[in-house]
């Protein structure tokens, strides 16, 4: 059963372009999340999704940031306009929705 | 919202010895509690967890406590070992469904274990 999958590994951008990364969660899975990892910081909650539906994005600035998890095809997290106090890791974590959270490898982001 | 405070920042101990790593939590109705590792460029590792229902879990060398009282869990990790240097972060949850799911997390203790 392979695990969380995310791509790209890592992703340069400059300043104003988009950013698109993408989670395959775990096989069965339904359930996915997002979450950002500044450098030497804890993981902070970003968005919940369940296939075609965000169920809580409270962790996710308003503003050039969005998130789907479409009936087919992996889940994307997508920014608009980036800017450098974007660049961190990103990692997508799925569950069967009854607790323990599997880690994708994540997606380094970095800004020009 | 949860907060959850994790101590200490680093940690360094010799092989062999034991490691403990302490977290606490402000939100009374969090029910689950996992642990992390987490290695230079990978995403975080499930490696332990324990539900508000028990006291203690134990997994070989790894063991967690919970003290739901005073609001707080530990990481024991006996016997280190030069591999299990990394990064480990204590998390907590509601976890009963819907956006209760979502973990927060404390900002990590980095364990070296020197040979």
């Known amino acids: 059963n392979a695990g969380v999958m995310q791509n790209p590994r890592h992703l340069v951008r400059r300043r104003g372009q988009e950013a698109r990364l993408r989670c395959s969660p775990m096989?069965?899975?339904?359930?996915v999340y997002w979450y950002r990892q500044l450098p030497e910081e804890g993981l902070k909650f970003m968005v919940y999704l369940q296939k075609e539906n965000i169920i809580d994005e409270s962790g996710m600035p308003k503003e050039r940031f969005s998130a789907e998890f479409p009936k087919e095809g992996p889940s994307i997290l997508r920014i608009q306009q980036v800017v450098r106090g974007d660049s961190a890791a990103y990692f997508c974590?799925?569950?069967?929705?009854?607790?323990?959270?599997?880690f994708g490898p994540g997606t380094r982001l970095t800004v020009l | 919202g949860e907060n959850v405070e994790q101590h200490p920042s680093t940690l360094s101990v010799q092989e062999g010895d034991s490691a403990v790593i302490k977290c606490t939590y402000s939100?009374?109705?969090?029910?689950?509690f996992p642990w992390y590792k987490q290695e230079l460029g990978k995403g975080p590792q499930l490696i332990i967890d324990i539900r508000s229902n028990v006291g203690e879990k134990k997994d070989q060398r790894i063991a967690v406590t919970l003290n739901k009282t005073a609001k707080h869990f530990s990481l024991h990790i006996t016997e280190t070992q030069p591999e299990d240097s990394a990064v480990y972060f204590c998390?907590?949850?509601?976890?009963?469904?819907?956006?209760?799911?979502?973990?927060?997390f404390g900002k990590g203790t980095l364990l070296t274990v020197n040979p």
């Open positions: 998390a907590a949850s509601k976890g009963s469904g819907g956006s209760n799911y979502k973990l927060t």
């Open positions: 974590a799925s569950s069967l929705g009854q607790g323990a959270e599997y």
């Open positions: 939100d009374s109705a969090s029910n689950y």
């Open positions: 096989k069965g899975h339904s359930h």
